[in-house]
């Protein structure tokens, strides 16, 4: 998975995943917001072929609420990417020129401050190594290690959607896809119970 190194403007998050749609690159591009919003955007051979805004906004609808981003954290999860019912949306160079029409808006907007990791997001990442090392040994411990320290050089480990991001991306190393799909779910019941998401 590859990560920008910091929060980005609008118009560098936008030149980033033209830059990768033209390369006609296949997965899943993950913009989480400086407000806390989670975007996906899904390329199929450089297409973008599925949108999301948080989970409830989808295809056309989310291009609005995608404009309304100041500044972002981008990641690119390749030949990763969804497996739902695709929803009906206007060409890649379309949906490129909706993405721009408020560029120039949110050019002067100064960047916001971003806080440390909380103590919640900590013990988040320690609940999901101990539920991981049900599924894989100790070699949990090395996984989610790993996991962290690469999101802490490059985006970051700061909001509640790096938690479920990080549940997906450690759960790959699950071999079994019913096992894989119970951690997940045994994964995010267990962070609700304890307060942690």
């Known amino acids: 998975m590859s990560s920008t190194t910091s929060l980005l403007p609008y118009s560098d998050l936008m030149a980033k995943i ?11 591009l ?5 407000e806390g919003h989670l975007v996906r955007i ?25 404009n309304t981003i100041k500044f972002g954290r981008l990641q690119f999860a390749e030949g990763v990417f969804e497996t739902a019912q695709e929803v009906p949306l206007p060409s890649t160079n379309e949906i490129f020129k909706l993405f721009q029409e408020t ?13 440390d990791i909380s103590p919640n997001l900590i013990k988040a990442a320690e609940q999901i190594k101990k539920a991981l090392a049900n599924y894989i040994g100790p070699f949990a411990a090395i996984v989610c290690d790993e996991y962290i320290d690469n999101i802490n050089n490059t985006t970051g480990f700061r909001t509640i959607d790096d938690v479920m991001i990080m549940i997906e991306v450690v759960s790959l190393e ?3 896809p019913a096992a894989e ?11 609700i119970q304890k307060g942690l998401l």
């Open 18 to 28: 033209h830059h990768l749609s033209s390369k006609g690159q296949t997965g899943t």
């Open 30 to 34: 993950f913009i989480t917001s400086d």
């Open 42 to 66: 899904v390329l199929n051979d450089g297409r973008i072929t599925y949108l999301v805004f948080d989970t409830q906004h989808r295809g056309y609808d989310a291009i609005p609420l995608i």
């Open 103 to 115: 560029e120039q808006g949110n050019l002067d907007i100064a960047a916001t401050v971003v806080s």
């Open 174 to 176: 699950i071999d079994d």
């Open 181 to 191: 799909n119970a951690f997940k779910v045994q994964s995010k019941k267990e962070l």
